[in-house]
Every structure is written in structure tokens, then in C-alpha cells.
Nanobody
Framework: QVQLVESGGGLVQAGGSLRLSCAAS????????MGWYRQAPGKQRDLVAS???????NYADSVKGRFTISRDNRKNTVYLQMNSLKPEDTGVYYC??????????WGQGTQVTVSS
């Protein structure tokens, strides 16, 4: 079984910064991809950013230039540095892990609230 533990969410004013962390543990044989998704109230869960083991990254257009995803492969941990936060960044942020066998796992989510 794979466990994903997220941390770093909270309440911040617009223009502020937060750093999310997600540590993976358990029966992890090989990780292909880790990423962050966001779900705003009443909306679907959308990709924010993802990073392959190789270091290649992908970002949603709405966060490009403001958010940075990184990972520590030795610790099976992925980070999301969020700068210049906007109220529309508010939502529950979920960590996602995709194994090399294309099995996906989700974290429990961490709330990020950006006040105007």
C-alpha cells in the first residue's frame, strides 16, 4: 500500500507564498510521475503541476511563472512552491503519484485559502 502525506496548506493573503510538501511511503517499487491537483469548491479536480523522475515538468497555464514543482527522489517527496498567490488559487490541493506500472495514488488533500 502507498501512503501520501501532504503538508503546508493554510490561509494566506493575496500576493503571499506557501510551500506544499508530499511525502510518499509504503510499497513503492518505482515512481514515474508525481504532481499536484487542485479542486476548487464546486469544480472538478484539475492538474496544477507535475514532474517526472527525469525532472521534466508540466504546469497549468494559470500558474506558470508563479508556481514551481520540485522533487527529492531519494525521499520520494514532491514540493510545490507557490508564489504571488491569487484568490483563484484557493482550493484543496491533492498530491498524486503514478507508478511505473501506471497505478495512481492520491493523498488526502490540503486546503489552501487565499484571501483578497
Amino acid at each position: 500500500q502507498v501512503q501520501l502525506v501532504e503538508s503546508g496548506g493554510g490561509l494566506v493573503q493575496a500576493g503571499g507564498s506557501l510551500r506544499l510538501s508530499c511525502a510518499a511511503s509504503g510499497s513503492i517499487l518505482s515512481i514515474n510521475l508525481m504532481g499536484w491537483y487542485r479542486q476548487a469548491p464546486g469544480k472538478q479536480r484539475d492538474l496544477v503541476a507535475s514532474i517526472f523522475t527525469t525532472g521534466n515538468t508540466n504546469y497549468a497555464d494559470s500558474v506558470k511563472g508563479r508556481f514551481t514543482i520540485s522533487r527529492d527522489n531519494r525521499k520520494n517527496t514532491v514540493y510545490l512552491q507557490m508564489n504571488s498567490l491569487k484568490p483563484e488559487d484557493t482550493g484543496v490541493y491533492y498530491c498524486h503519484l503514478l507508478t511505473s506500472g501506471l497505478v495512481g495514488h492520491w493523498g488526502q488533500g490540503t486546503q489552501v485559502t487565499v484571501s483578497s
